[in-house]
C-alpha cells in the first residue's frame, strides 16, 4: 500500500482508531471471575519494576487474557531511557521476530482460497530461487581450513518448508563461510536487506546465494519468513503490507500495527535498549519511525500488547475473533501441530527454545510444546508461543485457554524473562475455591519431634497443575544435563547445565559424544541421544567422547540425577517458630500464597496435613518415606496439586 501523505494519513488513522478502540484490551473489573488471584497477578508488575531498577529494560506492558476476556493489562516502568516519560499500556513496540506468526497466518489465508500450495516448490511463485545450489564444507585435513563445495537440491524447496523452517537457508550472522557470503550480500556495503529496497530487491540478491543445507532435512531459523512474505505478495497479487492490512489487521481492529511508525503515534514508540539494537538485520528493521519499502516478514512489524493479543486470541479461538473469521479451525490445528519429520536435525541459534532438548517443535510459524513432562515453552502440551529479539514475546495455552502477551524492548531477546513470566501468569490462576476445612477451627496438636522433622527447603518445578512440569524424580528430569545438536551425523555437545552430571563430570562445549554405553551415536537423531542419556536416579552411564586437541577418545563415567534449571526455581523454607510451622519462598519464584520475606505460619489439621488461614487458603501435606521422614511436600492435594521435593 502506498504511504498516505502524513497529514491525510494523521486524519485517516485517528478516524480508524476511533472507530476500533471498542476493540482495544479493556481488563475486567474482577480477575478473579476469570480464575486468577488479583493478589498474585500483581506479582508480574513487582517483577518487572525489579527488572527496571537492575538495568534489564526500562519498562513493560503485559496483557492477559482468559476465557476470551482481558483479566490483566498493565504497563511497568519508563517509554524512554532516560527514565522520565512512564509508560502507558498503548505504548507502541517493534515486534521483531513475533512478526514470523503474522506472516505464517496470510501464508495459510491463502492457502485455504487456493492460492497457494503448500506442497509446491517455491520456485513456481518466486522462479530465480530454482537452482539455488546447497552449501557443503569441506575441510582441509592438512591445514584444517574450510572451503565451500556446492552440490544440487536432493528436491526443491516448499512452500512448507518455508513455515517450518527447513527450507535450507539461515540467517547469516552465524560466522560459517554460508553466514559471512549472507552477511555480504544482504547486509554489507551495497547490500539489499535495507528499508529503501523491497522483497523482490531481496529475492533477486538471494537466488544469487547457496543453500546452508539441503531442503527438508534441518530445522534452521531462518530468513525463510522474509521469503514467504514475498510468495504472499505474488500469490495474493498484493504488496505485503497491504496484504495484512486489508485481510489481517483492519479486520481483527488491530490499530496499532504495521511497518512503521506514523508521526501522530511517535509519541507512543518505546524508546530502543541503552545499548541499541546491534548490527543488521535487526539495526535495519528496528528503524520504524521513516517508511519502508522492505516489508519483513520475518521481523518488520510494530504493535501494542493489545494488538497482538487480539491476533493470539484469534489463534486461540480457532481462527475467529469477534465474528471475524480469518482461519478454519482445522488450519489453526495444523499449524499448531507438529510439522516436523522424526529424524529432522536441529542447527543453530534458536535451539535453546526449539527442539527436543527444549522440549518442544515446530509447527506451521509457531514453537509448539511437545514434551509432556518439561519444556521452556510455558503451557500445557499443545501450547504455542514465539519470541523476538526486541523482547517481545507471546504464548497461548489451549488446555487453560490462556493468552499472553509482554512487550518489552532489550537487546538479545526475550529468553531471560521467558520462566519468570511463565511461573507468576499460572501461578496467578486459583484452584476451585474450597474453603477453609472445618478441622482448621480447632488446629490438631502435634508434638515438637513431629514438627521439627518437616523442616528444610522444598523444591518445586511448577507453579501450576496447569503448567506440568514433572518433578526431578520422575523420568522428565532425570538425567545428565547435556545439551545437544547434531553435525555431520555425529552427536555434539552445545552446553552443559550448571551444576548437572555432565559438567561435574567434566564434559565440554565442542565435544563429540561417539559412544554411549558401547553403542555407537553415529547417525542417531538428537531426541533418540537425549533419550538413551535419561534414566533412572543414581544410574551408571558411560560416554565416550572425541575432543578437540585430544588424540584417543575419552572414556567418562556419569551417574544420572535429577537435572534442575537455573533461574526459575520455587523452593519453600519450612521452619518451626514458637512451636509453629512457618513457610516462606526462598527460590527465585513465589509459590502460591508464599512470598519471599513474608513467612506464613500455618494451621495444622493433621499430623501430616496444614492449611493456610486466609489468601488462598492453600493446603500442604507433607510426603514420608518408609520410616516417616518427611521427602516432599503436596500443595493443594488433588486434581489440581504440585509437588515439590525436600532438597534438604
Not at 509519541?267 to 535495519?284: I, K, N
Not at 471475524?324 to 482445522?330: C, D, E, T
Request: proline fraction near 7%.
Amino acid at each position: 500500500m502506498k504511504r498516505l501523505h502524513r497529514p491525510l494519513a494523521t486524519l485517516l488513522i485517528l478516524c480508524l482508531a476511533t472507530a476500533a478502540r471498542a476493540h482495544n484490551a479493556v481488563p475486567v473489573g474482577d480477575p478473579e471471575a476469570l480464575g486468577f488471584s488479583a493478589l498474585r497477578l500483581a506479582r508480574i508488575a513487582a517483577w518487572q519494576q525489579s527488572q527496571i531498577e537492575a538495568g534489564a529494560f526500562s519498562g513493560a506492558v503485559t496483557a492477559i487474557a482468559r476465557n476470551g476476556q482481558v483479566a490483566y493489562l498493565r504497563a511497568v516502568g519508563f517509554r524512554d531511557q532516560a527514565k522520565t516519560v512512564p509508560l502507558q499500556s498503548d505504548a507502541i513496540f517493534w515486534t521483531a521476530s513475533m512478526t514470523k506468526p503474522v506472516t505464517s497466518v496470510a501464508a495459510m489465508m491463502l492457502v485455504e482460497e487456493g492460492k497457494l500450495d503448500l506442497a509446491a516448490p517455491v520456485h513456481r511463485y518466486l522462479p530465480e530461487l530454482k537452482d539455488m545450489p546447497v552449501a557443503v564444507d569441506i575441510k582441509d585435513p592438512a591445514t584444517g581450513t574450510i572451503d565451500l563445495a556446492y552440490e544440487p537440491q536432493k528436491h526443491p524447496m516448499t512452500v512448507e518448508d518455508l513455515l517450518r523452517h527447513t527450507a535450507g537457508l539461515d540467517y547469516g550472522v552465524a560466522g560459517t563461510k554460508v553466514d559471512q557470503l549472507y552477511f555480504e550480500s544482504l547486509y554489507g556495503n551495497g547490500g539489499v536487506f535495507r528499508r529503501d529496497k523491497t522483497l523482490a530487491d531481496f529475492i533477486s540478491t538471494l537466488a544469487k546465494l547457496p543453500l546452508a543445507h539441503q531442503p527438508g532435512g534441518v530445522w534452521d531459523y531462518s530468513l525463510a519468513d522474509d521469503v514467504l512474505a514475498r510468495v504472499v505478495e505474488v500469490a495474493s497479487g498484493q504488496p505485503f503490507d497491504q496484504f495484512l492490512e486489508t485481510r489481517l489487521f483492519r479486520p481483527l481492529g488491530m490499530v496499532d500495527t504495521g511497518f512503521d511508525v506514523p508521526d501522530a503515534k511517535l509519541f507512543r514508540l518505546v524508546d530502543p535498549p541503552a545499548t541499541g539494537w546491534g548490527g543488521p538485520p535487526d539495526s535495519v528493521l528496528a528503524d520504524v519511525t521513516t517508511p519502508t519499502k522492505l516489508f519483513s516478514g520475518g521481523g518488520g512489524l510494530v504493535s501494542t500488547a493489545a494488538d497482538y493479543l487480539r491476533f493470539v486470541q484469534m489463534l486461540l479461538n480457532g481462527g475467529e475473533l469477534d465474528g471475524v473469521r480469518i482461519l478454519s479451525p482445522a488450519t489453526v490445528r495444523r499449524m499448531t501441530t507438529n510439522a516436523l519429520p522424526p529424524d529432522i536435525r536441529f542447527a543453530g541459534f534458536a535451539t535453546n527454545f526449539v527442539g527436543p532438548q527444549a522440549g518442544s517443535t515446530w509447527g506451521l510459524g509457531f514453537a509448539v510444546r511437545s514434551n509432556e513432562a518439561w519444556s521452556v515453552v510455558p503451557g500445557s502440551v499443545g501450547s504455542f508461543s514465539w519470541m523476538g529479539v526486541s523482547g517481545a514475546y507471546f504464548w497461548a495455552d489451549p488446555a487453560a485457554q490462556l493468552a499472553v502477551v509482554q512487550m518489552v524492548h532489550v537487546r538479545g531477546g526475550s529468553g531471560p524473562f521467558l520462566g519468570m513470566l511463565r511461573g507468576l501468569t499460572y501461578g496467578a490462576l486459583r484452584i476451585p475455591d474450597r474453603g477453609i476445612p472445618a478441622s482448621a477451627d480447632a488446629p490438631a496438636t502435634i508434638d515438637a519431634a513431629t514438627l521439627a522433622a518437616c523442616t528444610g527447603t522444598y523444591a518445586f518445578s511448577s507453579m501450576s497443575a496447569r503448567d506440568r512440569q514433572e518433578s526431578a524424580s520422575t523420568s522428565g528430569f532425570v538425567g545428565l544435563g547435556i545439551n545437544l545438536t547434531t553435525e555431520n551425523g555425529r552427536i555434539k555437545v552445545v552446553s552443559t547445565v550448571p551444576g548437572a552430571p555432565a559438567a561435574k563430570a567434566g564434559i565440554m562445549a565442542s565435544d563429540i559424544v561417539t559412544h554411549l554405553d558401547d553403542e555407537s551415536l553415529h547417525g542417531v537423531s538428537v531426541s533418540r541421544a537425549i533419550e538413551k542419556m535419561r534414566g533412572p536416579v543414581n544410574t551408571r552411564v558411560q560416554l565416550r567422547i572425541v575432543r578437540q586437541g585430544q588424540d584417543n577418545p575419552i572414556e567418562v563415567p556419569i551417574v544420572r540425577a535429577p537435572v534442575r534449571l537455573v533461574g526459575t526455581t520455587a523452593n519453600l523454607d519450612v521452619a518451626v517458630k514458637d512451636g509453629k510451622l512457618q513457610i516462606e519462598a526462598s527460590g527465585v519464584l513465589p509459590v502460591l500464597d508464599f512470598e519471599k520475606g513474608a513467612p506464613i505460619t500455618v494451621v495444622p489439621i493433621s499430623n501430616d496435613q496444614f492449611v493456610v488461614d486466609g489468601g488462598d487458603h492453600t493446603r500442604l501435606a507433607f510426603l514420608r518415606d518408609e520410616v516417616g521422614k518427611p521427602t516432599g511436600l503436596v500443595l493443594n492435594p488433588g486434581p489440581w496439586q504440585i509437588t515439590g521435593q525436600r532438597i534438604n
